[in-house]
């Protein structure tokens, strides 16, 4: 067993590693429950006859990057699936700002840590099985009570404007940015009782997805 997947955040603003065969940096994170891995994956576009090979990541072939969104690999911890991706902005929350959610995720709680690396800043996403959802920058609360509370538990919610000083605001910034990241993973993690061996993510021993470019 990992260390929860604290990992995932103390390794993510590294340099990619060449030659890996699996992810180890600028890794988003999707989870939800009360859904099925094959339910949620097809809801994000992934092919039902993909999912059937039972391809590993490590075994993929190489494709034309014109013919996908994302190479992602996934897997079930408790009662939670799990979607990591190398792509600049997870696929699930895409597509939850194109609103094109299927109706198949209604009452489905949902968690997601995007990297927006074309957008940044990166943000946080929590969706309530009733349907509620925040989406907010690195370091703020969601508005969701006993997820904002994984997420203060674990130091990951930040002093802000007008709590706080500019000063105050700005020099804890300054001291505590190279940590914010794994302590949201942190928080994450804590809050999903969630378990990601950071060996197989490595290795690329799990399963593949394949998610199709936006239509």
């Not at 994170?29 to 891995?37: C, G, M, N, P, Q």
């Not at 991706?85 to 009452?107: C, F, I, M, R």
Request: one cysteine or more; proline letters at 7%.
């Amino acid at each position: 067993m990992s260390d929860g997947i604290r990992w995932i955040g103390e390794h993510n603003l590294a340099a990619r590693t060449p030659g890996l065969p699996g992810m180890r940096e600028a890794v988003s994170l999707t989870v939800a429950r009360d859904i099925s891995a094959r339910e949620f994956l097809i809801s994000l576009g992934a092919h039902a006859e993909d999912l059937n090979k039972g391809t590993l990541f490590k075994d993929q072939k190489k494709k034309s990057t014109a013919t996908f969104h994302s190479l992602a690999m996934y897997g079930t911890c408790g009662g939670w699936v799990y979607v990591l991706e190398n792509s600049p902005d997870a696929t699930w929350y895409t597509k939850s700002l194109a609103h094109q959610e299927s109706q198949v995720l209604t009452g489905a709680e949902i968690v997601c840590v995007t990297q927006r690396e074309d957008d940044p800043p990166p943000y946080v996403s929590h969706v309530t099985p009733e349907g509620h959802a925040s989406h907010a920058e690195w370091g703020a609360p969601t508005g969701h009570p006993d997820f904002d509370e994984a997420l203060r538990s674990a130091g990951a919610i930040y002093p802000s404007l007008p709590d706080s000083s500019e000063e105050v605001v700005e020099t804890y910034w300054e001291e505590h940015m190279d940590d914010l990241l794994p302590r949201i993973f942190t928080a994450v993690g804590n809050y999903c009782k969630l378990e990601i061996s950071q060996t197989e993510v490595e290795a690329g021993s799990l399963p593949l997805v394949v998610f199709p470019p936006a239509s």
